[in-house]
């Protein structure tokens, strides 16, 4: 999202494309420079909104459990999900695997919590914790973020004057 410009999104939608998954992993710069990640989330926020502007399609996805993510870093991440022009998210919790920077950290900081490689998936189920979250607690963010995502989603429809105008033509 954040190499995105107008030229480069025109020339995508004309050849088809009509959707886009941007992996945006969190909404503290700090830890995107950590992860070395090598974007810029204010020109990522940018890329996001000229793309919905076009009219594609939008989905993020982002990650609780970065080595140094705070209750801050997360909530910080879950706002920033709620506010931007987006059709789905994913919320996944960070899935150090094996032969990474990121997995020889965690080992060596004693944060692995199993090596049972089926369970490495990233979606519900935690394999690791950090010094600031439990594998619950990241587990419990993951849930807590669909809650505020998709209740968003949900008021931002019944905030549109169309909404307001059929509930006020079939109120007595």
Excluded at 37 to 51: A, M, Q, R, S, W
Excluded at 75 to 97: G, K, N
Excluded at 142 to 165: G, H, N
């Amino acid at each position: 999202a954040d190499l995105m410009d107008e030229e480069m999104i025109i020339a995508l939608k004309d050849a088809g494309l009509f959707s886009i998954k941007y992996g945006v992993e969190t909404a503290d710069q700090e830890l995107l420079n950590e992860i070395k990640k090598n974007i810029k989330i204010d020109e990522v926020i940018k890329g996001i909104e000229l793309t919905k502007k076009h009219g594609i399609k939008v989905h993020l996805t982002f990650t609780f459990g970065l080595p140094s993510d705070t209750p801050e870093t997360i909530e910080r991440t879950i706002q920033l999900a709620c506010r931007l022009p987006v059709d789905t998210v994913q919320f996944s919790i960070t899935t150090p695997y094996p032969g990474t920077e990121m997995y020889r950290m965690y080992k060596k900081n004693g944060w692995l919590l199993n090596e049972n490689w089926e369970e490495y998936l990233g979606s519900h189920r935690a394999v690791a914790r950090t010094a600031n979250f439990t594998a619950e607690q990241l587990e419990d963010a993951v849930k807590q973020a669909y809650s505020c995502f998709w209740e968003e989603q949900a008021l931002s429809q019944l905030r549109t004057p169309d909404f307001e105008a059929s509930l006020r033509a079939a109120l007595p």
